[in-house]
């Protein structure tokens, strides 16, 4: 499954790389032909269209007191893994919070988490992590992977 990732990823940086030169050799067309304000104007509206967030973050914590906070990896592949990040309160009075992240190579992949579920049995962290795993494809969601982690946090 590493190197159909890598391969997956390797195949999206080249796309990507190919649809640079593409646009380099458009905006060079556009000041030679209509003018360098034709391309501010191009410039400009082009990155009105970007949107995106950055989700590699610890959980927010809202607890009073000693906490224990960790991190587990869920998933590991060739230069990429996926990890839950938790925290719950020492005295075990309150809500286990936990949120996924993806770290390495995620270029072509992304995820999406729908439901995390913890709780202690013999004094051990036990999950459960539910999500989507998508292929993408230049930004387009191909083929979403369900998947789901069970185990317990060390």
Same mark, same amino acid.
């Given at each position: 499954?590493?190197?159909?990732? /890598?391969?997956?990823?390797?195949?999206?940086?080249?796309? /990507?790389?190919?649809? +640079?030169?593409?646009?380099?050799?458009?905006?060079?067309?556009?000041?030679?032909?209509?003018?360098?304000?034709? +391309?501010?104007?191009?410039?400009?509206?082009?990155?009105?269209?970007?949107?995106?967030?950055?989700?590699?973050? %610890?959980?927010?914590?809202?607890?009073?007191?000693?906490?224990?906070?960790?991190?587990?990896?869920?998933?590991?592949?060739?230069?990429?893994?996926?990890? /839950?990040?938790?925290?719950?309160?020492?005295?075990?009075?309150?809500?286990?919070?936990?949120?996924?992240?993806?770290?390495?190579?995620?270029?072509?992949?992304?995820?999406?988490?729908?439901?995390?579920?913890?709780?202690?049995?013999?004094?051990?962290?036990?999950?459960?992590?539910?999500?989507?795993?998508?292929?993408?494809? +230049?930004? +387009?969601?191909?083929?979403?992977?369900?998947?789901?982690? %069970?185990?317990?946090?060390?």
């Amino acid at each position: 499954m590493g190197i159909l990732y /890598l391969g997956w990823s390797v195949l999206n940086l080249a796309v /990507l790389a190919w649809f +640079l030169y593409i646009s380099f050799s458009v905006l060079k067309w556009i000041k030679d032909n209509l003018g360098t304000a034709a +391309l501010v104007v191009f410039i400009l509206g082009s990155l009105s269209f970007i949107k995106g967030t950055v989700t590699d973050s %610890k959980p927010s914590t809202s607890f009073e007191g000693d906490m224990v906070t960790g991190i587990h990896t869920l998933d590991e592949a060739l230069l990429y893994s996926t990890v /839950l990040f938790y925290a719950y309160p020492k005295d075990l009075q309150g809500n286990i919070k936990g949120e996924i992240s993806q770290s390495g190579l995620v270029i072509g992949h992304g995820w999406k988490t729908h439901q995390t579920t913890f709780n202690f049995t013999n004094n051990q962290l036990h999950y459960t992590v539910t999500g989507t795993h998508e292929w993408r494809f +230049l930004g +387009l969601n191909l083929y979403p992977e369900a998947k789901q982690f %069970k185990g317990v946090a060390k």
